[in-house]
């Protein structure tokens, strides 16, 4: 017996099961949930999905040649999707330009130990359901009231399901090297006369996201993302705040450029924050202007980009400027625009907007939305809209938010292109041909805003860091501070008369109805016969009275 025994213990970790992966809780608990409030539910679920997105993060920041924090975090977060009555009318359909949230983005435990995830979950899908199941009453009510919207697509679609699982690789652990460069390259920064604040953060991040849903879908992907920020703020005699950055990214730390490189970066920030602050102020001014790639890339991405997003052209709140656009002219004919998030890589830039599937489980594809001019298509979800009743990978959320259709990859193309030396000769020409006393080149910006809902004004804002006056009588450009750009979206579109033939990327992060989502904007330098600029609203305290101590050797 002692023989038999020994042998049993001896083979059972052979033979005993492996512990339950994330998936496989997942998937147990959505099995279980589901086919009990199908039973018992009223109405009954006809859909379910959970997902969870792991995060992992280290950051790093230095200023004044100091480490100013070193922190890591790891967090994983539980959505929850619950879709009540049927895909042509669920409670997810939009009221009186109200969206409904149902999700919270619940933290769970980051050891896969069943008990606890579990009971987390019931407690959030109890919580979900109770309000899927009030608002989809109230969405009955309310279509007894109102009158027939004009957009009466599903509200969801069919889609076939997705299994993959490939997760992102480790971290690692930032070096002595990277802490060293931060030191270093924060502490040049404070020699540039007129700083007040500068620094230089990195960040290394992986997600990994995990989805299941009541079709079959089994996900498991993700990515990793590092980036450097450089950054330098001052205050000009007259009050106005300036600041000046610039940032590199990279899929893994082994992907950002080299120190030299990115020390030659820290040497232009310092340069152009203290050329800004003897900067003069510019006016407002309508004229002809350049915009470089990345500030072009921002441009379509605020006053196009987001006028493509599906969901918009269903909502009546929305100003839905191109819903009934299809098949027409909405840009010069020398332009296309499609949107790729299978892109990893342009120009040697890894793009921020890259995913394999998006957050509802639909393979990535790339889109074209534009093509020579005509609109063809828009960026979808799994919310249906007129002539458009599939996703096409653009369901994007940040945790805690729900899906709705949001850009990714955002590339422009141009078949009108010339060189960049050539398109300053072309804004010459054009400055002299309305007669102008100038034009504007826009070096850098920061990022931008845009007004989409029809209660408002069909508007967008561009912020700039770096604007110069281009004379055309051959004078050295002008650099000008206290601006930003302003239009109206399908005014500015025939404005664009030709493109450089060199392609630049900025990448960040966009924010909307569902959160912050990473994206990418990737275009070439455009000539526009007309722009707008207007001042941009500053403090009027006065710059510090006192000397900085390291100039008074105290």
Request: aromatic share 8%; charged share 25%.
């Amino acid at each position: 017996m002692r023989r038999i025994l020994s042998l049993l213990l001896l083979s059972a970790p052979l033979v005993a099961a492996s512990p339950p992966t994330l998936l496989d809780i997942l998937s147990a608990e959505l099995d279980r949930n589901f086919n009990v409030l199908k039973q018992k539910g009223d109405p009954p679920p006809y859909y379910m999905a959970y997902a969870v997105t792991d995060v992992e993060t280290q950051t790093l920041s230095g200023s004044f040649g100091l480490v100013n924090s070193r922190n890591k975090s790891h967090l994983r977060y539980l959505d929850i999707t619950i879709r009540v009555g049927s895909s042509k009318l669920d409670n997810y359909r939009i009221i009186k330009g109200e969206r409904a949230c149902f999700t919270s983005g619940s933290v769970i435990p980051l050891d896969d130990v069943p008990a606890a995830i579990t009971r987390r979950i019931w407690l959030e899908t109890d919580r979900t359901y109770r309000l899927a199941a009030r608002r989809l009453i109230e969405i009955k009510s309310n279509e007894q009231v109102r009158v027939k919207q004009e957009d009466d697509s599903d509200d969801f679609s069919s889609e076939p399901p997705s299994v993959h699982q490939e997760p992102p690789a480790p971290l690692g652990e930032l070096s002595a090297n990277w802490i060293d460069h931060v030191r270093k390259w924060s502490g040049e920064l404070s020699n540039y006369p007129g700083v007040l604040n500068s620094g230089v953060g990195l960040a290394i991040e992986r997600e990994t996201k995990y989805l299941v849903n009541t079709e079959g879908t089994r996900l498991v992907h993700g990515r990793t993302f590092a980036t450097v920020q450089i950054s330098a703020g001052g205050k000009a005699s007259d009050g106005m705040d300036l600041a000046t950055d610039e940032d590199f990214q990279g899929f893994d730390l082994a992907r950002l450029p080299k120190p030299e490189v990115i020390e030659a970066a820290v040497a232009r920030v310092g340069n152009d924050l203290s050329n800004l602050l003897k900067a003069p102020v510019a006016e407002p001014f309508v004229g002809p202007a350049i915009l470089s790639g990345r500030a072009a890339g921002v441009f379509f991405h605020e006053i196009f980009g987001h006028r493509l997003e599906g969901h918009r052209q269903k909502d009546e709140s929305e100003g839905q400027t191109f819903a009934k656009a299809v098949g027409t002219p909405v840009l010069p004919d020398f332009l296309s625009v499609k949107f790729d998030p299978t892109r990893e890589t342009i120009e040697s830039t890894d793009l921020n907007g890259y995913y394999k599937y998006d957050d509802e489980g639909v393979k990535a594809a790339p889109v074209t939305v534009v093509e020579n001019g005509i609109l063809k298509t828009f960026l979808m979800s799994r919310s249906p809209i007129q002539g458009f009743d599939h996703s096409n990978g653009h369901g994007r959320r940040q945790a805690g938010a729900e899906v709705v259709s949001r850009q990714s990859n955002l590339i422009v193309e141009s078949t009108n292109k010339v060189s960049e030396r050539a398109l300053r000769a072309m804004l010459v020409a054009e400055i002299k041909r309305q007669n102008k006393p100038y034009g504007l080149y826009f070096e850098q910006v920061t990022g931008g805003y845009t007004l989409t809902q029809r209660r408002g004004l069909q508007a967008y804002t561009v912020i700039p860091l770096i604007v110069y006056r281009v004379y055309p009588d051959g004078r050295p450009d002008e650099l000008v501070r206290g601006v930003d750009i302003v239009g109206t979206p399908l005014a500015s579109f025939s404005k664009i008369l030709a493109t450089s033939d060199k392609l630049a990327v900025f990448n960040g992060y966009c924010g909307a109805e569902s959160g912050q989502v990473p994206v990418s904007a990737v275009a070439p330098a455009l000539l526009v016969s007309e722009i707008e600029i207007q001042k941009k609203e500053h403090s009027v305290d006065r710059p510090p009275l006192l000397a900085r101590p390291t100039e008074t050797g105290q």
